[in-house]
């Protein structure tokens, strides 16, 4: 049906589908994916804390870090609370404002993070290419413009693709098969062409990815350079260990991202299993974020032992 047949939305709410064909496995899903929220939620929440109350994390890497626990948070936050009454208590009912609000919280959440890993990169760049001069170059108000330049260009750019969605008319079906409302899934059911609004939406989610890792990717070319020239073993292996959790980060959201454009490209598994894979990966990355910077930060799981002393420990 073109747009010239349906000249307005007649739709005033969405039915949340789930995941088609496994409609048997809600329980156990429900319960995998209750855990992930869980973890994702108090991962996150305890990195930013220790950044917030321990005065030896105030430096630039823990400031990125700590807005990148924001962003996860933000991101399980918009999807999984819905997500999980759907599967548990059938509450798949979501209104027409909703619908959009929270595809455009989480489409803005992932561009935020495509922004914060290249100034974190860029941070380690400095740290590790012009360590003299590091100080006078992330300043204070450096890392507070950054990490604001980072979450304005986030939100902003899927404002055009959010607008253009919101001008096609919805008359029905109004059932999205899906766990929540994601952009390619909400427009299908739209009662006109979509293509054009298809074709802008990878455009800008081509540039918003790939802009990002090409300034990540030379920031670690750089790196490697300069750690190769450093003259003893002990000296290269600290150098990397300052950088090798960002890396790690990168490494996990991109290869992950990649792995899903793959699958869901290609017809090698079933459309419930591409379904299932695209899902597993909105809500893998914010969880394994706060794992890594807690498993391999030092400084990380020095300020974890001084919070569970603290609280062990009574005030005499």
């Given at each position: 049906m073109?747009?010239s047949n349906?000249?307005v939305t007649?739709?005033?709410?969405?039915?949340i589908?789930?995941i088609?064909?496994?409609e048997?496995?809600?329980k156990e899903?429900f319960s995998?994916?209750?855990?992930v929220?869980?973890v994702?939620?108090l991962?996150?929440?305890?990195?930013?804390?220790?950044?917030?109350l321990?005065?030896?994390l105030?430096?630039?890497?823990?400031?990125?870090i700590?807005?990148?626990a924001?962003?996860?948070?933000?991101t399980?936050?918009?999807i999984?609370?819905k997500?999980?009454?759907v599967l548990?208590?059938?509450?798949n009912?979501i209104?027409y404002?909703?619908?959009f609000?929270?595809?455009?919280?989480?489409?803005?959440s992932?561009?935020?993070?495509?922004f914060l890993?290249?100034v974190?990169?860029?941070?380690?760049?400095v740290a590790?290419c012009?360590?003299?001069?590091?100080?006078s170059i992330?300043?204070?108000n450096?890392?507070?413009?950054?990490a604001?330049?980072?979450?304005?260009?986030g939100?902003?750019?899927?404002?055009?693709?959010?607008?253009?969605?919101?001008?096609?008319?919805?008359?029905g079906?109004n059932?999205?098969?899906?766990?929540?409302?994601d952009?390619h899934?909400?427009?299908?059911?739209a009662c006109?062409d979509?293509?054009?609004?298809?074709h802008?939406g990878?455009?800008?989610?081509?540039?918003?990815?790939?802009?990002?890792?090409i300034?990540?990717?030379?920031?670690?070319?750089?790196?490697?350079?300069a750690?190769f020239?450093?003259?003893?073993?002990?000296?290269r292996r600290?150098a990397f260990?300052?950088?090798s959790?960002?890396l790690?980060?990168?490494?996990?959201f991109?290869?992950?991202?990649a792995f899903?454009?793959?699958?869901?490209?290609?017809n090698v598994?079933?459309p419930?299993s591409?379904m299932?894979?695209?899902?597993?990966?909105?809500?893998?990355?914010?969880m394994?974020n706060?794992?890594i910077?807690?498993?391999r930060n030092?400084?990380?799981?020095?300020a974890?032992?001084?919070?569970?002393?603290s609280i062990?420990v009574?005030p005499?």
């Open positions: 073109t747009q349906v000249s007649t739709i005033k709410e969405f039915i589908g789930g088609p064909g496994l048997r496995y809600e899903l995998f994916f209750l855990i929220f869980i994702t939620l991962g996150n929440l305890l990195v930013f804390a220790l950044i917030v321990d005065h030896r105030h430096t630039p890497m823990y400031f990125f700590a807005n990148l924001l962003v996860d948070l933000l399980t936050t918009t999984s609370p997500m999980l009454a548990v208590v059938h509450d009912v209104s404002p909703a619908c609000l929270q595809m455009y919280l989480f489409l803005s992932e561009c935020t993070v495509c890993l290249a974190m990169a860029f941070d380690r760049y590790i012009n360590p003299l001069r590091y100080n992330i300043t204070r450096a890392c507070v413009l950054s604001a330049a980072a979450w304005g260009c939100f902003s750019c899927p404002v055009i693709s959010i607008y253009q969605s919101l001008q096609l008319p919805f008359c079906p059932k999205i098969h899906y766990c929540f409302c952009f899934p909400v427009l299908i059911l006109a979509t293509s054009h609004v298809i802008l990878l455009t800008l989610a081509l540039i918003i990815i790939y802009v990002p890792l300034l990540v990717v030379f920031s670690y070319i750089k790196i490697l350079i750690i020239r450093i003259a003893s073993s002990d000296g600290k260990s300052t950088c959790s960002h790690l980060v990168v490494l996990t991109y290869i992950a991202s899903v454009y793959v699958i869901l490209l290609t598994v079933s419930q591409r299932l894979v695209s899902l597993l990966y909105c809500v893998f990355t914010p394994v706060p794992l910077y807690s498993f030092k400084d990380i799981k020095s974890v032992r001084k919070l569970i002393w062990n009574p005499a």
